[in-house]
Nanobody, 118 residues
Framework: QAQLVESGGGLAQQGESLRLSCKAPRMILSTFSAYTMGWYRQAPGKQRELVATIAPGRTTNYGDSVKDRFSISRDNGRKTVYLQMTSLSPEDTAVYYC?????????WGQGTQVTVSS
């Protein structure tokens, strides 16, 4: 079983919302709580880019293109990180990857496709 399992991707119309979830089924709760969790995305022909991160203390950081539209949150009890995406545009179309990092240890999810049509 993978360390990180994403869900919630799919098709959306411009202006709609989607919520992505990322669970860490193999991590124990205290381990998950210590990780900085994040979301990155990669569109066809482009480099992977930061979407948002949330630190153990819940400090958040967002990529410039998603500020004020996306919101990252975490539920340590469920070992899950969420990405609430609003006001979606076709430019948000990409594979979205969940990421976990603590020190030199990091994990990536398998990715979930988000496609936004105009």
């Amino acid at each position: 079983q993978a360390q990180l399992v994403e869900s919630g991707g799919g098709l959306a119309q411009q202006g709609e919302s989607l919520r992505l979830s990322c669970k860490a089924p193999r991590m124990i709760l205290s381990t998950f709580s210590a990780y900085t969790m994040g979301w990155y995305r990669q569109a066809p022909g482009k480099q992977r880019e930061l979407v948002a991160t949330i630190a153990p203390g819940r400090t958040t950081n967002y990529g410039d293109s998603v500020k004020d539209r996306f919101s990252i949150s975490r539920d340590n009890g469920r070992k899950t990180v969420y990405l609430q995406m609003t006001s979606l545009s076709p430019e948000d179309t990409a594979v979205y990857y969940c990421h976990a990092k603590s020190g030199t240890t990091e994990y990536w999810g398998q990715g979930t496709q988000v496609t936004v049509s105009s």
